[in-house]
């Protein structure tokens, strides 16, 4: 249940939240612009809205519908994630920004290739990817270069002050982690991974989610729902491809571009979009990128190579590497998009 | 097998001709600007490729390793359909050229709705669509005007010199239909109906053949192949969302944006792309088609209805349908679209 | 809407007939042995149960949820088929029966390989399969003996007096087919094609309606909603596999064992079972076929080849035809699983 | 690759795997009553069949050609998980066994209801399932009791010697959990949660990997792979049912019972099959167990509630659980299916 009041009533909203408590229920406050919002949790079937509406300063009482509360539009209309000076959502003026670029290596798999792919982007890119762990569905593939890669991330750190994001699979792995990274990213595989979303969720650093290959929307914004509880709402949402009776035949995945309007009209959550996990082949990222942008995304998440690269010598997902040139061509292409979407 | 010749060779490709059918099997000749390329049918796996590489005026000889062959690019590289003194699919200056529109309602209710929406987007459509056969899940659901309906079809021919494109279910209603058609479309339901395809073949008119809620790019190929099989290669693939764990939730289909470069990679024929099927919802037509054409779609079938209508009166997909001023926006920003996908 | 009656009231019956006719509406009756229940088809949105249930004889008034309602299990709580002296579905007295089979070759490819494997399993089977026209994916395979084949249907006519089920792809095979058919099936790929259904159903004769690749229940039984709707209610549902993500990987379809239970829950129609296509594997068509019986089919449609044959010699679907011995150890089985189920 | 050698040549095995670890590669043996096998791990792609085929003592050499190798029937003809004195797995004489019955509430929600279950069951299962850690798809939902629940368990082991399997959901509760777990299962929302899987396959215990909602067999087998490159060869496998395009209409999920003969096909690793998950509906339970029997299953894995219980008052799963007494219905009719499976 959620109940708005009128900005400037902090007594008014004191008075219902021991009020709730002392039904033995949690509120959550969301503070608007013009309104205060009130969430109440808990076993909340049997309040009636008339104990509410009546109480002074209250505009209007609403249940809700969904089983998500915090991440949902109902009870947060507006929201957005700081990540530096950029804000990640629905931004009022949309046509003063753009999309959020998060660009780089799948997988940073030495040196040379992480710090060429850097310097030939950092033009282009709000945040870095180029992960140390990575989930590989056989343990005999790459598996990323884990702890000793930190002092290339370290290295990165020096010498640019983008903000760089890391892929965690366990919780044991964050103090390692926790002082080269400024954005957490959790991935497919672990979306329904609760204890790692809770731990996650505890450092307080913004969270992207990626969407499980066939998890559905609900259960990706519970999912989310898991974060916001620990009192983290820095989540930035990322759809990458479903699993769909087509993937294999062509195509990696199916890009969902229908779950980005889906989100935007269930969440107050941002959402962003990986067109290289999506499609799993380059010369597809540049039109499904501004596909996305066209639906409604807040940004993309791309995997990128280094200029002259053989992909064929990449050890993790070369096929859907493209070059720094093309990662221009598409925030070149995304502004007319973007002002127009 | 394939067989390509240098042009100007006539003689040399009677000859291979004549002796392919002393072989008992048969053989498609597709003249192409530069070459002539010989297809050959039939049960080809004793053929040996030395058989035919050394002959007068061959230059390759090559096995297809599809199933289909006619509606392959490696049997013809380049392939258009015309319709009227519109050429759809991979035109060599694509730069003069623009989508190709379908637009009209889904089904045809009663005069003054056809009418109405035929007017008002007659200036942005190339082919018309309204159907008077629908196939609907429900039986006790409206089934379209039928015959009843031809009137109204003949009003809009006398009108418009615009091309008419109607559904068809059943080879029967061909006679009904063909007076007033133009470009015959095979729905989704039928896709797998490969009598009707025959039939349809044989009436010599363009066929739009819509995918199957679920076939395999292979099998809305081969279907496509019984089609080109009876001579009629007047075929428009329409892709128009397919069925996957995310349909229901939210969107009606999922659009399968990552088939249409696949479609175009492995066959010859153009390629269409319906957003309202696809997304079943008005509000995601616009950006929807914008994807589609940024991923190279050669055009767009979309249902329309009358401005000032309410969409809850009408009997079939009202909540799908959107206006002309939404479908001249469409076609006012596929250029940028087009020019640069 | 529903009306139940006591029996032993036709004049109150035909009242009520008058009634509902005189608002425009129609009316379907169901005989059962202790009631009579009135059916009302047309838009019953404006009706109210008040209207009905103090009329002289009404005992109850019920609204039908689902869309589908000749063929749903509230407006009929007991439905059988009756083949010969056989009742598919629901029988009072299960202990005496025994699951109905339906067997044969998939497609009749000769002669001999028809006459061999009727023969071999005619002490088996209560209804003979092996089908002149059969829908293949391309159009360069086999597509069945067709009207050529008409004369071996007529030797096991004159040879057996085992009712004969064949496929129906076209409507203007009907008459054709009429003199050699006593069940009609219409298969997966024409599940939804309704004008077919409605000929189909137009005949008289029971129909075998299989489900569509990835329909829904609903779908399906909307499908057979086509055929009722003409009149025809000898409709036997057929389970064949459904089309997931571990279709292609091993095993052709998945069977939904689960669909079994829903149907018998939702609809008085008998639904039998396909373990061939479900599988595609001859050694998985054992198993899956008591699963099925244990899960509650009402029975069987196999494939069967001859002896000692060559399976890679059959055109249509060889690895999944087992023997006559195979399909003798299923009956004997089914007895078990068909008392305990 | 792998080199089959005839039994009782210790000193050509030894020779062999210092032949081969001088060529940088590792090497696992698996001894079977008649050869020894060996295993070569790593990049074989230059090694040649020759450099073994002629050395003393080789009787074959076989290129594997699945990714996964320890887990593989090519590697590994014959293999069985031992859980006290009861063998899981293609045992030689099948017919002297029965198939191994896991049973137990859903998640363990209070004293009374753990303890009245589990003593009920006690006559009919191999060991007790009964979770403490409950992965919710809600964070609002029953987490299960967590480390406060240990004492439930602890009296579990007091009164019975039947052995115990709990879920675990992060490594960090391997050290509360493992003084009363015998068998560890790692759920279908963890599959893919490699780092888990390794923690998991350390405590040397036997581990029961469910499969993940679309996992292929591919994946799931890899996922077991990561379980036996850590040196742990006491997998068993579980089925639960797949999310396809039926899950949700009616039925939780589809039982995949393809898989069961797939997995025996091309893995020595047991499989049993959970059929309260794979249905989600308790008067399932019994037919859908005995299907999955008949189709190989080495065992099951059933939620069961206390006689007498109102479902309605558990809070996971309430409406899947069976009583013991069908449970022993199960057990019971399990004997005929699997002699003749």
């Known amino acids: 249940m959620i109940i708005i009041l009128q900005r400037n009533g902090e007594e008014q909203v004191n008075e219902i939240v021991r009020y709730v408590h002392s039904l033995g229920l949690e509120v959550d406050i969301s503070q608007g612009t013009e309104n205060v919002v009130l969430g109440i949790r808990g076993d909340t079937r049997s309040l009636r809205e008339e104990q509410f509406v009546s109480l002074p300063g209250v505009q209007r009482v609403n249940r809700i519908s969904s089983k998500y509360k915090l991440v949902s539009r109902q009870f947060r209309p507006q929201h957005t994630v700081k990540i530096k000076d950029y804000l990640v959502g629905d931004v009022p003026h949309l046509s003063d920004s753009k999309p959020f670029i998060i660009a780089g290596p799948c997988a940073i798999e030495d040196e040379k290739q992480a710090l060429q792919t850097f310097e030939e982007i950092a033009a282009y890119t709000d945040a870095f990817r180029g992960f140390l762990y990575k989930p590989r569905t056989s343990p005999y593939e790459f598996q990323g270069l884990r702890e000793t890669g930190i002092s290339i991330l370290q290295e990165i750190r ?4 983008i903000p760089i994001v890391q892929e965690v699979l366990d919780s ?16 497919t595989r672990n979306m329904y991974n609760y204890e790692l979303l809770k731990e996650v969720a505890g450092t307080g650093k913004p969270v992207i989610l990626k969407r499980g290959w066939t998890a559905t929307l609900e259960e990706w914004l519970l999912a989310a729902e898991y974060i916001a509880k620990e009192g983290n709402m820095n989540i930035i949402l990322c759809e990458r491809g479903i ?6 035949e062509y195509g990696r995945n199916t890009p969902d571009l229908n ?9 107050c959550l941002p959402i962003i979009f990986d067109p290289s996990h999506s499609t799993g082949r380059a010369e597809l990222v540049v039109p499904t990128s501004l596909a996305a942008l066209s639906m409604g995304a807040h940004g993309l998440e791309i995997d990128v190579m280094p200029r002259n690269y053989d992909r064929r010598m990449l050890q993790v997902d070369g096929q859907q590497a493209i070059t720094a040139q093309e990662l221009g061509e598409i925030v070149k292409r995304a502004g007319n998009v973007w002002g127009n979407g």
Chains 1, 2, 3, 4 share one sequence.
């Open 158 to 161: 020096r010498r640019y002050s």
């Open 172 to 187: 044991r792995h964050l103090d390692v982690l926790n002082e080269v990274t400024d954005i957490y990213q959790v991935g």
């Open 243 to 248: 699993r769909t009776l087509s993937s294999g």
């Open 259 to 267: 779950v980005i309007p889906a989100v935007r009209e269930k969440s």
